[in-house]
């Protein structure tokens, strides 16, 4: 998570995979947070001749996102203070399959059915097989639970975005969680609490073998 205040520090970071990619094989998730008013991206493709051009831009506003494959340049201007969720990580490719460049808006991803529980849940980023990890949204009323203990067989990164909860992780519990990480095959279990609605931003591996 970036703060792009003066200082521009990194208010925490995770490496996910000890090799160092090169950055063309990077593909990259940018979600702006609650207290970003908004942020002008520009990106900007190299071709061959060399020089650099324009292609495009797109504005941030609260609870937007963008999703940037590898092989695509791109530069970020930010003219007031803003906070930025960036995933960033080694795309793992298939074969005759490619990923391409998504900016959306939370609120406009449709709601998904999820049998037998009672949160509220968007996915932003497309499930064809092409993408090898996604982002959920998941919204919990005060009070509300996750019905089933579970055990994952990916990775999961959790960020709190709005409210209270409590979180199970194996043995331990935490409360008012802003930030966690869960490997593989950890028991984990999830409740809503406070007077108002808590959502969380959900990174799971997937479409990809874990091991």
């Not at 998570?1 to 090799?19: A, E, F, R």
């Not at 609260?62 to 791109?74: F, I, R």
């Not at 991803?109 to 968007?122: A, H």
Request: aromatic share 10%; glycine share 6%.
């Amino acid at each position: 998570m970036v703060d792009s205040g003066l200082d521009s520090k990194h208010l925490y970071w995770k490496v996910t995979n000890p090799t160092l990619s090169p950055s063309h094989l990077q593909e990259r998730f940018l979600f702006s947070g609650a207290v970003m008013t908004m942020t002008l991206g520009t990106y900007l493709i190299t071709p061959a001749m060399g020089s650099h051009f324009v292609i495009g831009s797109h504005k941030l506003t609260v609870d937007s996102y963008a999703y940037l494959p590898s092989n695509v340049d791109q530069s970020l201007r930010c003219d007031a203070s803003a906070a930025l969720v960036v995933f960033k990580r080694r795309h793992v490719s298939l074969e005759n399959q490619s990923t391409e460049l998504i900016f959306g808006s939370t609120d406009e991803q449709p709601l998904l059915e999820t049998p037998g529980e009672v949160f509220q849940l968007r996915k932003l980023i497309p499930a064809s097989i092409s993408y090898d990890f996604n982002i959920h949204i998941m919204d919990f009323q005060p009070g509300e639970y996750l019905n089933v203990k579970e055990v994952h067989d990916n990775q999961h990164g959790l960020l709190l975005l709005e409210g209270q909860d409590i979180y199970r992780l194996g043995t331990l519990f935490k409360q008012a969680m802003s930030f966690g990480w869960h490997h593989l095959c950890l028991n984990d279990k999830y409740a809503a609490l406070g007077e108002c609605r808590t959502r969380y931003l959900l990174y799971k591996d997937v479409n990809r073998n874990p091991l």
